[in-house]
């Protein structure tokens, strides 16, 4: 064995930046586990901006993957449309806060214990 392969992977690099873009499409979408596509159509609706290489390839960072996998959140888990989940990137943008963490981290229990809008009830079982 060589000596590289002995190494932890973060020795091999170390000081990582988050914004760096260095994932091709094909790799972010497994990454996330969503369709190629998808990611088209998020940069479409302006939810993300991934970096092009001079020949147009599209490059994704971390920073990236970490926003694709909000929108995954926030689409599948809280019922968000994509519109939503835009208005909810340019609140935060805006308010210079951190509240896509509180939805994440409140259960649908303590949302609905704590919303003032009528919803409607569950049906007893």
């Not at 760096?20 to 969503?34: D, H, K, M, N, Q």
């Not at 994704?60 to 968000?80: A, C, K, M, P």
Request: hydrophobic share 40%.
């Amino acid at each position: 064995m060589s000596a590289m392969r002995d190494r932890p992977a973060e020795a091999e690099r170390p000081g990582r930046d988050p914004g760096r873009p260095v994932y091709v499409i094909s790799v972010a979408a497994e990454l996330v586990r969503v369709h190629p596509r998808t990611l088209r159509i998020y940069e479409v609706e302006g939810l993300i901006a991934p970096a092009r290489t001079r020949t147009n390839i599209r490059l994704y960072s971390e920073n990236d993957i970490r926003r694709v996998l909000w929108i995954r959140h926030l689409t599948q888990n809280l019922g968000v449309n994509l519109a939503g989940v835009r208005v909810l990137f340019a609140l935060e943008e805006r308010l210079g806060m951190r509240i896509l963490e509180q939805l994440y981290s409140e259960g649908p229990d303590e949302r609905s214990a704590t919303d003032d809008t009528a919803r409607p009830e569950r049906p007893a079982r």
